[in-house]
């Protein structure tokens, strides 16, 4: 039996294979060999599709970041490989950021898709900031101050991704030097001195 996860995963090749404009809901079904029905039973919009998409590659992307080892006593050993990751989604064919974006403009005249992306971000977001406690504890960084800092930095990484997307000349390797650098210097005194 099909379950809903494989057809999303038959949206994702059908989207690496031929692209984006040719996901549709027969495409899925001939990917997963079912019928349309079956699609049409887990996704009644290719909106819903879409978020879908984006939301099993959020997951697995987090998935991955959990098992990343950090090194408290080397922050900028384990923010570089947390980066790396960032990274890796951003490229001028990233298919996360493009799915993300184009599920942001969907969203400007759907409000319960824009309420759903809003979860998603608030979900990122979170993630982020387990990532900081992780990272700097002893910090004395706590509650707003620790997630504010993680919606910036993940507003930063996805802005970044969006200028990946549009420009195929963007140095992101070096930029993302320049965000672990930035990142660093934003580190509270008192971690400084616990990752000497």
């Not at 294979?17 to 079904?29: I, M, P, S, W």
């Not at 079912?34 to 819903?48: D, I, L, P, R």
Request: net charge negative; glycine share 4%.
């Amino acid at each position: 039996m099909v379950t809903k996860q494989d057809l999303i995963h038959s949206a994702e090749r059908v989207i690496q294979e031929k692209g984006l404009d040719k996901l549709t809901f027969k495409a899925v079904a001939e990917g997963a060999h079912v019928t349309q029905g079956t699609v049409y039973y887990h996704f009644k919009t290719k909106e819903q599709l879409l978020f879908e998409v984006v939301q099993s590659l959020c997951d697995r992307s987090w998935e991955n970041t959990e098992r990343t080892q950090l090194n408290q006593g080397h922050a900028k050993e384990s923010i570089d490989r947390l980066l790396e990751g960032a990274l890796q989604r951003c490229t001028p064919d990233s298919m996360y950021h493009t799915l993300f974006y184009s599920l942001v403009v969907l969203s400007l005249q759907n409000p319960p898709m824009r309420e759903r992306l809003s979860e998603l971000l608030q979900t990122e977001n979170a993630h982020v900031t387990a990532l900081l406690e992780r990272l700097l504890p002893g910090s004395g960084l706590t509650g707003k101050s620790l997630e504010y800092r993680a919606v910036i930095i993940n507003a930063l990484i996805d802005g970044l991704a969006l200028q990946s997307l549009v420009n195929p000349q963007f140095p992101a390797r070096e930029i993302y030097s320049e965000l672990s650098q930035v990142l660093l210097a934003t580190i509270p005194e008192s971690t400084n001195k616990i990752n000497e």
